[in-house]
């Protein structure tokens, strides 16, 4: 009996010293995989900042897995940008480009990072941003940055610039549709209705109120008619009176009236035309409304694309 216990004692060292490690270290891999999961979770959810907390946790207590900090670094920036923190979400991206320039979602960083620009109306970084793209990128990627160019172009109102980008969409793109609508549309764009300062100011020099009828915003053209008017008697009836220091002041604040009435309508006319083409963009933007889904799953950005007849 002896003897049988003391050969059996080493074994029982064995497997009390090992078998311990061996669930740990089981352990260790399914709370990997729980937490990375969980963040993906919170970020499905559009939880993004509880996201943004479990992505870095991820990072800080399992850098040797480096699929999975890559992902969390690009998700990071996701979510920040699905926050609508974009200043944040650039310097992310940028981050996960410098530690990962060779990745497969380096195209898909770039480009999410020239959106976050292009939010911010930084204008110039975002051309420049998917001007990168178009150079070192092909297919669909490189398509979708012509169009963001050719949109940024139209906000800055480069109407031939804009027109130019949208051509280069090639037929067979999904996109091809979008850029034709707006091609052909700011082929147009000359032909939208428009008021010329010049006309708007001689017509309220002429007659206060005419120019705000020229541009149709006829309660300004009677308030303006209606207010010189009565000022413009007022010194008629003061001088024919021989009350010529109460005529002056008259005048002088009539001078006042009638050089506004006449900056009111060239104003006027620019806010017509501005109106105009604000309208006539909006009509394009909605006639080929497009989105981009992000796919968690997979790391995939999915386009979504709407034309309107």
């Known amino acids: 009996m002896r003897k049988f216990s003391f050969h059996i004692l080493p074994l029982f060292f064995i497997i009390v010293l090992f078998t311990p490690v061996n669930i740990a270290q089981g352990n260790d891999s399914d709370d990997r995989g729980r937490q990375f999961r969980f963040a993906d979770r919170l970020f499905e959810e559009q939880n993004f900042f509880r996201a943004i907390t479990e992505y870095k946790r991820f990072i800080f207590f399992y850098p040797e897995s480096r699929s999975k900090c890559e992902k969390a670094y690009f998700k990071i920036g996701m979510s920040y940008q699905g926050a609508q923190r974009y200043e944040e979400a650039i310097v992310?991206?940028?981050?996960?480009?410098?530690?990962?320039?060779?990745?497969?979602?380096?195209?898909?960083?770039?480009?999410?990072?020239?959106?976050?620009?292009?939010s911010l109306k930084r204008f110039d970084d975002a051309l420049s941003t998917f001007q990168d793209i178009i150079d070192s990128d092909y297919g669909e990627y490189r398509n979708k940055a012509i169009y963001q160019r050719g949109l940024i172009l139209v906000d800055m109102g480069e109407w031939g610039r804009a027109r130019e980008a949208f051509l280069y969409i090639p037929g067979e793109s999904s996109l091809y549709p979008g850029a034709s609508v707006f091609s052909q549309g700011l082929d147009n764009i000359d032909n939208i209705p428009h008021k010329s300062p010049t006309v708007a100011g001689t017509l309220a020099a002429i007659l206060p109120g005419a120019g705000h009828v020229y541009t149709e915003r006829p309660r300004d053209a009677l308030v303006a008619f209606l207010l010189n008017g009565a000022f413009i008697l007022a010194a008629v009836e003061l001088f024919n009176d021989d009350n010529y220091i109460a005529g002056g002041i008259v005048t002088f604040f009539e001078l006042g009236w009638y050089t506004g009435n006449i900056y009111s309508a060239v104003s006027s006319a620019h806010k017509y035309n501005k109106r105009s083409e604000n309208d006539f963009i909006r009509g394009l933007r909605e006639r080929s409304s497009m989105s981009f889904r992000y796919d968690p799953d997979n790391s995939d950005t999915y386009l979504v694309f709407n034309v309107r007849f």
Do not use: V
Not at 92 to 118: C, N, T, V
């Open 92 to 118: 992310a991206f940028r981050l996960f480009l410098e530690k990962y320039p060779d990745s497969s979602l380096s195209s898909d960083a770039r480009y999410h990072m020239g959106i976050a620009e292009k």
